[in-house]
């Protein structure tokens, strides 16, 4: 994948700047909304904010291994499954949302700073198979927009259902 510095520095700040997305969607959804589900098998946007910090964290970790290990092995998951392991309703929104934040922040730090050939370190994925630090950023630069406009969707969905 060739992608010029332009583009990673653009895919950076794109990744820098989705705690804010999220968090202001979540904002806009009152506090009865918020462990409501769409369908028994769709995600709250409780759930949403806790997987979107148990992505974060595991994310950095990912990006940390694949550019200072050599030929690391990044481990996939079963994200449904840790949302009902880990009975995301009962952790607090707020500590999540934080994590989000503190996570993302961090992470654009490193990335701001690593030298230019550290994006070309590359790993395997259990589930996706090879896996180099320029796939990481394509992911991640869009995984809370993509979380934000879920969280938009189920709040939608409830106010439908809820006449509002």
């Known amino acids: 994948m060739n992608v010029t510095a332009e583009e990673r520095a653009a895919r950076i700040e794109r990744y820098a700047r989705g705690p ?38 595991n994310g950095a970790g990912r990006i940390r291994y694949v550019m200072a290990e050599k030929d690391p092995t990044v481990v996939g998951y079963d994200q449904d499954n840790w949302a009902r392991a880990f009975d995301y309703h009962a952790l607090p929104l707020d500590t999540a949302l934080r994590c989000v934040e503190g996570v993302r922040a961090h992470t654009a730090a490193l990335l701001r700073t690593v ?10 994925h259990t589930e996706m198979g090879p896996y180099g630090a320029e796939d990481w950023l394509r992911v991640y630069a869009e995984h809370l927009e ?10 939608a969905a409830w106010k ?3 006449g509002g």
């Open 20 to 57: 804010v997305l999220l968090k202001e969607a979540v904002q806009r959804v009152p506090e009865e909304a918020r462990k409501w589900k769409p369908a028994p098998d769709k995600w709250s946007v409780h759930e949403i904010v806790c997987h979107c910090a148990d992505s974060e964290t």
């Open 115 to 124: 030298p230019a050939e550290y994006w070309s370190k590359a790993g395997r």
């Open 160 to 162: 439908a259902q809820h």
């Open 146 to 155: 993509k979380h934000t406009a879920q969280v938009e969707r189920t709040y």
